[in-house]
């Protein structure tokens, strides 16, 4: 199936596409430098995505989900939800303030062969410098924007599933304020959900106020509980 590459020429004033300086921790993870902050969880990072992000937004439950990602960062929750899905449709926006180097993407996912992760490497470092990834296979989708989410005009009423995985609260703060936690609340469609590996008291008040309905779930062994905030 062909893979198109689509690269908006127009530099977007807003674009921060500063090459995060990073650490290696292990094979599949970097340490930030920035938010001295680690990107995948420490207890087994690509469980830890499929148990809070796919299982908690509920992905599988839609024929044909639609995704919103704040904090693209290694790419590991889109290629665990691809993974998931199997080759059935997906449409995941994402966002990313801070984006790394193709080369280190390629470094933490040596053996991914998917497509999209191919062309996605090819296309990154130019899409970078315009602002802007757009990729399609067959009926998968991926968009990211190289912006600030917090300042980015986020699609209404349209997420099944939103994956807020930026830095930890303390680390990325303006991530978790009231105000941009209701911003993502109207970017869910009705029945959708808002997943997130934070158990923060206020960012479970946060969502609330938002007027979601939230749950505490377990996590894996070894991890705390997570949210899954749901929209009526
Ligand atoms: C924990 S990492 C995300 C890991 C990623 N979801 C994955 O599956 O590999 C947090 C990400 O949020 C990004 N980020 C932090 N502040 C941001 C902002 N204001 N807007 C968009 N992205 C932001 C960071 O650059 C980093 O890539």
Same mark, same amino acid.
């Given at each position: ?8 020429? $127009? ?13 290696? %921790? ?26 809070v992000f796919?299982?908690g937004g ?9 995704v919103l990602e704040v904090g ?5 929750n ?17 966002y ?8 280190? %993407? ?13 062309? %996605? ?28 989410a917090? $300042? ?7 997420a099944?599933a939103v994956y807020l995985d930026g830095f930890?609260p303390?680390?990325n703060?303006?991530l978790w304020?009231?105000?941009f936690l209701?911003r993502l609340a109207?970017s869910l469609?009705?029945?959708?959900r808002l997943a997130t590996y934070s158990?923060?008291?206020?960012v479970?008040?946060g969502l609330?106020?938002a007027?979601l ?13 997570f949210l899954v905030a749901?929209?009526?």
């Amino acid at each position: 199936m062909k893979v198109g590459v689509n690269v908006r020429a $127009t530099v977007q004033a807003t674009v921060q596409a500063t090459v995060q300086a990073t650490v290696q %921790l292990d094979p599949h993870n970097l340490l930030s430098v920035r938010f001295s902050e680690r990107y995948g969880s420490h207890y087994g990072a690509a469980q830890q995505s499929r148990r809070v992000f796919v299982e908690g937004g509920g992905v599988l439950r839609h024929d044909s989900p639609r995704v919103l990602e704040v904090g693209f960062g290694l790419g590991l929750n889109w290629r665990t939800t691809l993974e998931a899905l199997d080759g059935d449709a997906l449409d995941y926006h994402a966002y990313e303030a801070y984006p790394l180097s193709a080369a280190e %993407l390629a470094g933490v996912a040596p053996g991914e062969r998917h497509p999209l992760w191919l062309a %996605l490497l090819d296309g990154w470092d130019a899409a970078v410098m315009a602002g802007h990834l757009d990729l399609a296979h067959g009926a998968q989708r991926l968009r990211i924007d190289f912006i600030d989410a917090t $300042t980015a005009p986020l699609p209404r009423v349209w997420a099944h599933a939103v994956y807020l995985d930026g830095f930890s609260p303390a680390r990325n703060p303006e991530l978790w304020t009231p105000d941009f936690l209701a911003r993502l609340a109207s970017s869910l469609a009705p029945g959708g959900r808002l997943a997130t590996y934070s158990a923060a008291g206020h960012v479970r008040r946060g969502l609330m106020a938002a007027g979601l309905t939230v749950e505490r779930c377990h996590g894996l062994v070894g991890k705390r509980e997570f949210l899954v905030a749901h929209k009526q």
